[in-house]
């Protein structure tokens, strides 16, 4: 995959051994671009069988990274395609991934918002459009669709 792009890093950073700046570790997930010609070069990158290591560009600020494979729940390439090892998932990801397959309940919902909904104030009923019956399915009081519509002229190739 490197050899044909970037790669999409998709990781936990809470995974002992994971170094990425600190305002990431709390994070359930992050993705790292890495590649070997990418627009800040990355001169010390390193892929091996422990993991990805190399000095990153964060906001223009370098962080040397290291990325053991544990934490690693997925590869992306440029296009899209990539591989992913869904028992690795964190259950944050998991859970989310449940819901949306309708295979799990909706979270609670939260202490404000059932404080919000218990208020004494009765909701406004909103407004519907009123509709009325038209004899003969025509009305033929009604302007036409098009009134005041100036026709836009049209050209035609002539050979």
Do not use: Y
């Given at each position: ?6 790669v ?97 309940p ?10 919000g ?43």
């Open positions: 995959m490197l050899l044909r792009g970037s999409f890093v998709h990781l936990d950073p809470r995974i002992e051994d994971v170094a990425v700046p600190p305002w990431f570790r709390e994070q359930p997930q992050l993705v790292l671009q890495i590649g070997l010609d990418m627009a800040v070069p990355i001169l010390d990158l390193k892929v091996d069988d422990e993991g990805v290591r190399g000095t990153l560009s964060f906001n223009r600020s370098p962080w040397f990274c290291t990325i053991p494979w544990e934490a690693v729940f997925a590869l992306q390439d440029d296009s899209g395609k990539g591989m992913i090892w869904p028992e690795a998932l964190p259950a944050e990801i998991q859970a989310e991934l449940a819901r949306e397959a309708g295979l799990a909706p979270p609670a919902p939260s202490a404000e918002l059932i404080e909904l218990m208020d004494d104030e009765e909701p406004e009923e909103p407004k519907r459009p009123s509709l009325r019956v038209v004899e003969g399915g025509v009305d033929q009081s009604a302007p036409p669709l098009d009134a005041g519509i100036p026709r836009v002229p049209h050209l035609r190739l002539v050979k």
